[in-house]
């Protein structure tokens, strides 16, 4: 099994930044890729960013050129760096681990708050 935690949301003013972390446990050599989710009131949860062991990164539309996800102690790790934030990034963040079969752990989530 594995088990994914997020830290490292808040408040910030809209162009602002913030570092989300997640940090994954258990049968990691499972994970084949891991990535960012988030849900809005009222909104379905959507993907944000992924990368996966080749290193390859994919991001919304939304948030190419403002966020960057990489991860760092052999997959232990996974960040989400999120710069010159909107207030329509505000959302609960998940980190989520997948493996080649599918889903196999989310998070319990992180809200992120840009607002003045």
């Known amino acids: 099994q594995v088990q994914v935690v997020e830290s490292g949301g808040g408040l910030v003013q809209p162009g602002g930044s913030l570092r989300l972390s997640c940090a994954a446990s258990?049968?990691?050599?499972?994970?084949?890729?891991m990535g960012w989710y988030r849900q809005a009131p009222g909104k379905q949860r959507e993907l944000v960013a992924v990368?996966?062991?080749?290193?390859?990164?994919i991001y919304a539309d939304s948030v190419k050129g403002r966020f960057t996800i990489s991860t760092e102690n052999a997959w232990n790790m996974v960040y989400l760096q999120m710069n010159s934030l909107k207030t329509e990034d505000s959302a609960v963040y998940y980190c989520?681990?997948?493996?080649?079969?599918?889903?196999?752990?989310w998070g319990q989530g992180t809200q992120v708050t840009v607002s003045s």
């Open positions: 989520n681990a997948q493996s080649y079969s599918g889903p196999i752990a």
């Open positions: 258990g049968s990691i050599f499972s994970i084949a890729s």
């Open positions: 990368i996966n062991r080749g290193v390859t990164t």
